[in-house]
């Protein structure tokens, strides 16, 4: 079969990935999707077991560091696109271990991008029709100041339904032209990779794009992450470990709006350009925590409010920025992309979907993970 397109979409098993490997699957038949993953922990290809035998969809397993495996398959496939989102995200695992951090986020965006240039640069056509697609975090940019500790109206004017119910902690929002300000070996990883990547398009005329993304949830994600973990610990009864006094405030994204913002910038977006996405959906952890326990025992038969005892405040990490805050007008105004979902109907969607698939989150929770979880925890 002749394809249209050759789209990579590197980290496709992991929990962002796999519904943007899904979207593009289903939604364009006529592209050959190559899911390039190495299925590190948090990598699951269970993930993707109902797309898996499409007929446009192919799984690769392959480390982005190994230069010349990636050069291999760029050839191989005949790549014409790249959306890069491998890369070890939990802050509290790059604390422990930053070098792991700096290999895969920054040597792996590199050697994808060398890659990438000396193959397109071979080509006839060199970098037309070609696409560099860079997947970032708003951590890049810092912390906010929590000015507005019971929240305000945000000042900024969006048509999204989820801006009209929800508050700004503060007057300041990360925009694509603010400084970056790492504070964590994450950020400071995904800084540098963001910078490797504007570089290539200075440099050699590569054609990229960097999104700097807001706190995603949804179905998928490994449980480490906040919303997840709580999830599966309200249902077994664990204590919730909260950091200091949970006020620390992040803006929240369903990852399914993340994924339609991925493929409208991918298609859309202009070269060159920085786009912020964002749920504008500030929370406080504290609040979202209470949001999720209500959720949680609703749906689980369990009396109101029953497993708010199981809240447990533990030391704060080192480095916690108390605010993130996005402002993705510039994606609205530019693009007509916008959140689809409020974070309470998301919650909801998110909730049912854990309790429906225990075995799934079971199976991940088993062996490693535990060690895992027992070493963040344990003596704080």
Known sequence: MEFKRNIVITGGAGFIGSHVVRLFVNKYPDYRIINLDKLTYAGNLANLKDIE??????????????????????????????????????????????????????????????????????????????????????????????????????????????????????????????????????SASKASSDHFVRAFHDTYGMPTIVTNCSNNYG????????????????????????????????????????????DLIFHEGKVAETYNIGGFNEWKNIDIIKVVINTVDRLLGRKEDEDMNLITFVTDRAGHDMRYAIDSSKLQKELGWEPSLQFEEGIEKTVRWYLDNQEWMDNITSGEYEKYYDDMYKNR
Not at 69 to 79: D, F, N, R
Not at 127 to 138: A, L, N, P, Q, V
Not at 234 to 256: A, Q, S, T
Request: net charge negative; charged share 25%; aromatic share 14%.
């Open 53 to 186: 035998k499409k007929d446009n969809y192919t799984f690769v397993k392959a480390d982005i560091c190994d230069f010349d495996s990636i050069m291999s398959l760029m050839k191989q496939y005949s790549v014409d696109g790249i959306i890069h989102l491998a890369a070890e995200s939990h802050v509290d695992r790059s604390i422990k271990d930053p070098f792991t951090f700096a290999r895969t986020n920054v040597m792996g965006t590199l050697s994808l991008l060398q890659a990438a240039k000396l193959y397109w640069e071979s080509l006839p056509e060199k970098y037309e029709g070609k696409r560099f697609y860079h997947i970032s975090t708003d951590e890049v940019y810092g912390a906010l100041e929590l000015t507005n500790p019971e929240g305000v109206k945000p000042p900024f004017s969006t048509t999204a339904s989820s801006a009209e119910h929800h508050l700004a902690y503060g007057t300041e929002f990360f925009r694509e032209d603010t400084k970056y300000n790492p504070h964590s070996p994450y």
């Open 219 to 262: 179905p998928y994600q490994f449980p480490e992450k906040l919303i997840p973990l709580f999830i599966n610990n309200i249902r077994h009864k664990k204590p919730l470990p909260v950091y200091g006094k949970g006020e620390n405030v992040r803006d929240w994204l369903f990852v399914e709006d993340h994924a339609r913002a991925i």
